[in-house]
Antibody, heavy 121, light 107 residues
Framework: QVQLQESGPGLVKPSQTLSLTCTVSGGSISSGGYYWSWIRQHPGKGLEWIGYIYYSGSTYYNPSLKSRVTISVDTSKNQFSLKLSSVTAADTAVYYCARTPTVTTRYFDYWGQGTLVTVSS | EIVMTQSPATLSVSPGERATLSCRAS??????LAWYQQKPGQAPRLLIYGASTRATGIPARFSGSGSGTEFTLTISSLQSEDFAVYYCQQYNNWLLTFGGGTKVEIK
């Protein structure tokens, strides 16, 4: 059974860079043709897809965030990461990592528990 | 961007009753639609993909239908554990988008 776990600071200052890591267990991040995603949920609101990455490093980002987002992968650690630069209070949200089965079946079948990131000075 | 609109925003249902949730896409998404269930403090859980295929371990009381722009999630007989927020998500367009959610509450 695949499991995903987010980790990273729960508090980030405005204008700084938010950095989160997702550790995948129960399977290799570089096998199965899966894509690995980040999704966020503002407090009390709906879900927003941030982007995803393939183990080879190919990335796809939501254009609304593209100028500030970098998703990377470390296959040796079975992890992938999110960096979001120049954060503001509007980036306060629960951040989830999730697995996407393939590039054409881009729903999310396994999710991490989520981590709340608050942007505040 | 494909806008996904869910209705109603809140649905009040008694345990044992049937619940019907709707999701409309601003343009056709074929059958590339998924449904998720989210309970407070938890991550969303995949219920349905391909508009009508139940994910692994999902009870048969959950069913999905529709194609193109109109989709429905039906819960045939609501159990106590089914009271939650439900989201639809399209994956026909490379920019993945979710609906705003329908909260199913106890009547």
């Amino acid at each position: 059974q695949v499991q995903l776990q987010e980790s990273g600071p729960g508090l980030v200052k405005p204008s700084q860079t938010l950095s989160l890591t997702c550790t995948v267990s129960g399977g290799s991040i570089s096998s199965g043709g899966y894509y690995w995603s980040w999704i966020r949920q503002h407090p009390g609101k709906g879900l927003e897809w941030i982007g995803y990455i393939y183990y080879s490093g190919s990335t796809y980002y939501n254009p609304s965030l593209k100028s500030r987002v970098t998703i990377s992968v470390d296959t040796s650690k079975n992890q992938f990461s999110l960096k979001l630069s120049s954060v503001t209070a509007a980036d306060t949200a629960v951040y989830y990592c999730a697995r996407t089965p393939t590039v054409t079946t881009r729903y999310f079948d396994y999710w991490g528990q989520g981590t709340l990131v608050t942007v505040s000075s | 961007e494909i806008v996904m609109t869910q209705s109603p925003a809140t649905l009040s249902v008694s345990p044992g009753e049937r619940a019907t949730l709707s999701c409309r896409a601003s343009q056709s998404v074929s059958s590339n639609l998924a449904w998720y269930q989210q309970k407070p403090g938890q991550a969303p859980r995949l219920l349905i993909y391909g508009a009508s295929t139940r994910a692994t371990g999902i009870p048969a009381r959950f069913s999905g239908s529709g194609s193109g722009t109109e989709f429905t999630l039906t819960i045939s007989s609501l159990q106590s554990e089914d009271f939650a927020v439900y989201y639809c998500q399209q994956y026909n367009n490379w920019l993945l988008t979710f609906g705003g959610g329908t909260k199913v509450e106890i009547k």
